[in-house]
């Protein structure tokens, strides 16, 4: 029999991952209007720069290990779901 506590867990694990469903539904047509109307040399110094930024935020802060609120899965998987279309445009399947 499951504790209490490992329900909450799993509960807030299934919520975290619902935000970021919904919010990755939410940027595939995002990433689809990039895709049509952006150059692809802009989307991808655009990646460029988002993937170097990352890894200076990553080298300049300490290591921490902290849970972040549940909120953050909406602006994940609204950059996932933008950024993995607007890369299909030389790789994988484009609707238009």
Excluded: D
């Amino acid at each position: 029999m499951r504790s209490v506590r490992s329900r909450q867990l799993r509960f807030a694990f299934l919520i975290a991952v619902l935000f970021f469903v919904v919010a990755a539904a939410l940027g595939v047509p995002l990433g689809v209007w990039v895709l049509v109307n952006l150059a692809e040399g802009f989307i991808k110094s655009l990646l460029g720069f988002i993937l170097v930024a990352y890894a200076l935020f990553n080298f300049a802060r300490p290591v921490t290990r902290q849970i972040l609120s549940s909120r953050w899965g909406y602006l994940a998987g609204l950059a996932t779901g933008c950024l993995g279309t607007a890369n299909s445009r030389t790789r994988g399947i484009a609707w238009w």
